[in-house]
């Protein structure tokens, strides 16, 4: 233990902010996120990237970083802090989370919707009722009226559950 304790705790906090996304993910449960997690994950939407083995095992790969061609939560939050660190944020190319808003996205129209994350959720067997969805929208930053945006998404995601 730290003498001021202060380290310890913060390290543990920001490991649990992607925690609820990497889970979203990790379909089988497994701790790690494989080719078939993401099959499965892009399966419940109409954007073709299910059964595009080369998109998914770009997606595993731009994260792998031990190479043992699964992705890890320290992988994953590795992707996830450099993706929405400013100092990172100009010119970079989409990220993984990125991709998972765009499946989210059914219609494509650049925001999530209510529709869009009631029909995510029931696909992903999350129990959320109408209000729930809601009020998530609104913590995202989003009303019922416009959805919310890929910032919003990761300001929903990055809420400590536990």
Not at 13 to 29: H, I, N, Q, Y
Not at 109 to 117: H, R
Not at 152 to 161: E, H, R, T
Request: glycine content about 14%.
């Amino acid at each position: 233990m730290c003498p001021t304790g202060s380290s310890l705790r913060q390290a543990t906090a920001v490991r649990s902010e992607f925690r609820p996304a990497f889970e979203v993910l990790d379909a089988d449960r497994d701790g790690k996120i494989s080719r078939e997690d993401l099959r499965s994950f892009c399966a419940g939407f109409p954007c073709g990237v299910a059964g595009d083995d080369e998109v998914i095992g770009t997606m595993i790969s731009v994260a792998d970083t031990n190479k043992d061609g699964f992705v890890e939560y320290d992988e994953f939050e590795r992707v996830l802090d450099g993706r929405i660190s400013p100092r990172n944020k100009v010119g970079g190319g989409g990220g993984v989370m990125e991709d998972v808003f765009k499946v989210m996205d059914r219609d494509g129209d650049g925001k999530l919707g209510l529709e869009d994350l009631k029909s995510y959720m029931s696909w992903a067997g999350f129990s959320a009722t109408e209000e729930d969805i809601k009020a998530m929208i609104r913590l995202g930053g989003g009303d019922e009226t416009r959805g919310v945006s890929y910032d919003g998404l990761l300001k929903i995601l990055a809420v400590d559950y536990d």
